[in-house]
């Protein structure tokens, strides 16, 4: 979707595209919800300078770039309650002043459940499991542990290394 505004996709599945699963560029104030990308090339669901959207309760399975990516002047769009199984990165947020909440990354044995390296982003409630590394944040700052972003209440489980740098998961 390129240049939409208040565009909703609902419950469609995208499996073994050549690229992406889900391709938000330019987007504006769009719902994606009870998605699923299965096994795609590069990104499951990316946004790419995109603001405002919302995108819940997705699934983003063995995708081999990452599950989840937010680039490019990506900002204030919220994640919450999407799962990832498998294939690279989980989560990878390279934009700013983003939130990620009660999402679930598991099994990315190649990488980051959660890798970061936007700042202003807020990382709440989200979980991490069975990963290379829970939360990988590339960022320094004010933020939570010397990052330029805020960390609360997410959690690790069975991680090779909780999170780098420590502390931002329990």
């Known amino acids: 979707t390129e240049g939409s ?3 909703t996709l609902i419950a469609n599945v995208t499996n073994r595209n050549g690229v992406f699963g889900v391709y938000l560029t330019q987007a ?3 719902r994606v919800v009870d998605n699923v990308a299965d096994h795609n090339t590069r990104i499951g669901f990316a946004l790419n300078n995109t603001r405002g959207s919302w995108l819940e309760s997705n699934v983003a399975r063995w995708n081999r770039g990452s599950n989840f990516g937010v680039v ?3 900002r204030d769009n919220t994640l919450r ?4 199984k498998g294939g690279g990165t989980g989560f990878a947020l390279s934009s700013d002043n983003n ?3 009660g999402n679930t990354a598991t099994d990315h044995r190649r990488g980051s459940a959660f890798w970061v390296d936007g700042v202003g982003n807020t990382l709440r409630g989200n979980t991490a499991k069975n990963s290379q590394v829970g939360f990988n944040d590339h960022t320094s700052g004010s933020g939570t542990k010397g990052t330029a972003n805020t960390y609360a209440n997410n959690r690790c489980v069975g991680n090779d290394e909780a999170s780098d740098p420590r502390g ?3």
């Open 5 to 7: 505004d208040a565009t």
């Open 28 to 30: 504006t104030d769009t």
């Open 72 to 74: 490019d002047k990506s």
């Open 81 to 84: 309650n999407n799962r990832t």
């Open 99 to 101: 939130l990620l909440q």
């Open 168 to 170: 931002l998961c329990r």
